[in-house]
DNA sequence: TTGTAAGCGTTATCAC
DNA sequence: GTGATAACGCTTACAA
């Protein structure tokens, strides 16, 4: 690959006036530049990234730890988060963590390495005291002190999830979450508010009797069996709030199996947004977290990083009722 | 940041010793190199990567440019590939492409600028001739003339399905699929196989005429309108054999709606391998493509690639029925 | 308006 | 065993 020099010879000037050309800075006589792009385009030159990083001590590349990318909504978060830094011009690093602390410390490890010069955050893991606040770290849904974060309106989406199961009839609720969803857990999440805004709600309306159930946190994808004991022991609920759209379906086919219909007999809401394309059978009523206003804000947040402009402490994004055929 | 320099001034020592430490290389005296050890600690110092990739001229960071992180084969074949390059050292960088050929050449140019050092390209647009061999490219199941390449068994997958389809009875068949896959297709793709093998799996077995439903590639999560009409027009089609699950799921739903039972009344497989863990109703029976396997291969082409061995120029990997309920 | 040279933080060569 | 020093390809004073 031909460098800066190359041109620089080829076109019979220095290398400070190419410089100035392909980074449109400083002066340069319109007849000297034409020369030099002349030059650049005869020789296919593309100035070496690696290089400016290193002037500049950064390269413009952001790396997202989360759990997977199997997981539909992780997926649809990150291919929002990636077309949005891509608008402008920062690149992404996928990290999986698969949930573990070691790996989520090694991926951290480049923020201090270089090879990354932001980083956004989506963990249950408390690692709080690892981050150093000198970084460019986002958080997504969790709350860690001095970490600005991003998340969509949880207490808003439990809100919604209640007035629309009332709506729909429903009498005697139950909610289904994993359990560092609780607001007096480790690692204070947003996520938390839920549950706190389904509860809150239905109390307001006269609903004082909600069923919690709450199990280890998983992988997202599998539910415990002992989570479906659950739902068939509880007889008379007929209304069902999940923690998430893959909850929620595995709550449906449980219920389904044993007879119940659905949402005849009993309403289920999940949460993501019903956007399961390989959805058989019914669609879900769910609330939408709607994952591209998520990641404007984050971008947003990296943004004010790199220009050095004051960053927000927080940023909360607003949900949306998507009624399907559960409810 | 602490540098090399101030490791090598606390330590009483030149840069190249310390460069000698920290790289495990060349002669240190145990004393030196125990101080030396001692210092770096002490200042918390971790190289630089990015002056590292300056003298190596080389990143060790490998761009993955696919459609999107969405659909659910993709997010796993993601999240193999990751997991596999992470035990490696090297790190990904995600492309959604959306399908959109000017992306996947802004993503190309990455290779040129040196941002990256290596490139998976999973593409349906007939890009070879902008493909310089000279980079360290490897595609994901298309054909590109030069360019080594990794896929499942496709024509397995195809040959399983029909000996599936006929052991479960079924006695005239359907293929659903996007018109990409077609073999006189512009771009060579190796999942045009799967229809092929069906179909000659098929004939061996006594079954001629298969009805070929093919239409214009998607956005992997849609199918038109016309396609479900068709599924519904040729009522005495009792085994179907769809080119993904997610059209596998579209279609038994179509069915279903139009009071058809499956497996009853028509038996019907998908592709990817089933794991649609917000699969309401029936699991779909399926060719699992095993991501990661794949993954697998492509990191161990990736490595040949840095090490400059020989590679092959393409790697099969083997695929798996799983049986669910629709068949 | 342009060129020279220092510097970014490493690695690697080559004397000592 | 070890330490200067040149390179890697660029940006950016500073001088001309």
Redesign the pocket.
């Known amino acids: 690959m031909s460098?800066?020099?190359d041109v620089a010879f080829k076109a019979?000037?220095?290398?400070?006036?190419v410089?100035?050309v392909?980074?449109q800075?400083?002066?340069?006589?319109q007849?000297?530049?034409e020369r030099i792009e002349k030059v650049i385009k005869e020789l296919g030159f593309k100035?070496?990234e690696i290089?400016?990083s290193?002037?500049?001590?950064k390269n413009h590349i952001v790396a997202f730890i989360l759990p997977n990318t199997k997981h539909l909504f992780f997926g649809e978060l990150l291919y929002e988060v990636e077309s949005a830094l891509y608008e402008k011009n920062y690149k992404l690093m996928v990290c999986n963590s698969s949930e573990r602390i070691e790996k989520e410390l090694s991926y951290i490890e480049m923020l201090k390495t270089n090879r990354v010069d932001s980083m956004i955050l989506l963990t249950n893991n408390d690692i709080a005291h690892l981050l150093d606040k000198k970084y460019r770290i986002i958080s997504f849904d969790r709350i860690f002190e001095g970490i600005p974060y991003v998340a969509s309106d949880n207490y808003e989406g439990g809100r919604l999830a209640a007035l629309h199961l009332i709506e729909r009839g429903a009498k005697k609720f139950m909610f289904i979450g994993d359990d560092q969803q609780g607001s007096d857990n480790i690692v204070n999440t947003e996520v938390s508010k839920r549950r706190l805004a389904f509860i809150e709600t239905l109390k307001q309306k006269g609903f004082h009797h909600v069923i919690e159930i709450e199990y280890p946190l998983g992988n997202y994808i599998d539910i415990p069996d002992e989570v479906q004991q659950q739902v068939l022991l509880h007889k008379d609920v007929d209304g069902i709030f999940c923690i998430s759209d893959a909850v929620a379906a595995r709550v449906i086919k449980t219920l389904e199996l044993a007879g119940k219909h659905v949402p005849k007999d009993v309403k289920v809401m999940g949460y993501d947004g019903g956007r399961s394309f390989l959805n058989l059978g019914k669609t879900i009523t769910s609330i939408d977290q709607q994952p591209h206003l998520t990641a404007k804000a984050i971008v947003d947040i990296i943004e004010h990083y790199y220009k050095n402009t004051r960053i927000e402490p927080f940023q909360i994004t607003p949900v949306k009722l998507v009624i399907g055929e559960t409810t």
């Open positions: 460098s800066i020099k019979g000037v220095g290398i400070a006036t410089s100035r392909i980074n800075s400083g002066y340069v006589k007849e000297t530049k100035p070496n290089a400016r290193m002037t500049q001590q």
